[in-house]
């Protein structure tokens, strides 16, 4: 396994460990108080995506099935490549109130030994416990000056030598364009039912370039085999039940003979494919799946494989 990549293995509030990869997505998770700062979250996400960096919060995200803590803050402040604060009082009455849930993303941000951009409004003070970090004081009128500065040095100290630890949605998208696939508009109720039945285990719906057969994308190279293999045996239980109640949907008159035989062709038709981050886990993967009945075609690919294909790629072009 590459030698860079380094996995959260000991999860805070006790569950079982994620192992989200450290550092691996190119983003920057702002904690923020959802009051406080609707002028500097607008300037911060504006200054990160021009520098090709993804702002990640918690705010405005759902987290199904999951528990919100871990897929909404933790998870993200793991991942980002750099971390802000925007450290900002709460005013209730005459007096500033610091914004617990914002500190506490500020105190995980530094138990995870993450680079981190504090601010706060130059007319406020700070929590004696972070009184002593050094903090950038700011107003309105020179925050978008003092913020892109910090961004800029940000990028440069954060700057991986190596790829990231799994591929960029750019990189992905030609990867699957040389396997004939595209990711499915869902433009119609059916392609938006099909993409609800893979979005809870956090597959993606891909469609060939005819549009006549659909796969399920998990790019899961954050999440360890036995994580994802469980995903894929949750998708494969979900499928093979859906496709065995539609004689009673037919019935109950909630279909058609004719649409419940179209919709059993494409899930019988349906691909999955796999990516994650090494061949270790792919072998895994592809262990236990050979050892476990499927009803569906499923392809592994490793970040390897995907680096692999590109270059040829380019030296056919070349």
Not at 37 to 57: F, H, K, V, Y
Not at 110 to 133: C, D, E, H, T
Not at 264 to 278: C, D, F, G, H, P
Not at 286 to 293: F, G
Request: hydrophobic share 40%; with cysteine.
């Amino acid at each position: 396994m590459d030698k860079t990549i380094r996995r959260n293995e000991i999860c805070i509030i006790g569950l079982p460990r994620c192992d989200f990869v450290f550092s691996s997505t190119r983003s920057c998770f702002i904690g923020y108080g959802f009051e406080e700062s609707p002028l500097e979250m607008t300037i911060l996400r504006r200054l990160l995506q021009d520098r090709g960096i993804q702002p990640a919060e918690a705010g405005g995200t759902l987290a199904p099935a999951q528990n919100a803590f871990c897929s909404k803050i933790c998870s993200k402040i793991i991942a980002a490549q750099f971390c802000a604060v925007l450290l900002n009082n709460e005013q209730r009455g005459n007096a500033e109130i610091p914004n617990a849930n914002v500190n506490m993303e500020y105190g995980l941000m530094l138990g995870f030994n993450k680079y981190v951009i504090p601010f706060q409004r130059s007319s406020q003070k700070l929590p004696f416990n972070v009184a002593g970090l050094d903090t950038i004081k700011y107003s309105d009128r020179d925050f978008e000056r003092l913020a892109g500065s910090a961004v800029d040095q940000a990028v440069k100290e954060t700057q991986q030598d190596t790829p990231p630890a799994y591929p960029p949605d750019q990189v992905l998208e030609v990867f699957l364009l040389t396997r004939k696939a595209l990711i499915t508009p869902l433009n119609t109720e059916g392609d938006r039912s099909l993409y609800q039945i893979g979005s809870p285990l956090g597959f993606a719906l891909l469609n060939d370039f005819a549009g006549m057969h659909y796969i399920f994308l998990g790019n899961f190279c954050p999440l360890r085999p036995e994580v994802v293999l469980s995903r894929l045996g949750l998708l494969n239980e979900i499928l093979d039940d859906r496709r065995a109640t539609l004689p009673e949907r037919v019935k109950a008159g909630i279909g058609t003979p004719k649409q419940a035989g179209v919709l059993e062709k494409i899930l019988r038709e349906l691909q999955i494919w796999i990516v994650v981050t090494s061949n270790e886990d792919k072998a895994t993967i592809q262990a236990s799946v050979r050892e476990s009945i499927h009803s569906y075609t499923t392809e592994v690919f490793s970040i390897e494989d995907i680096r692999g294909v590109l270059e040829k790629l380019v030296q056919q072009r070349a």
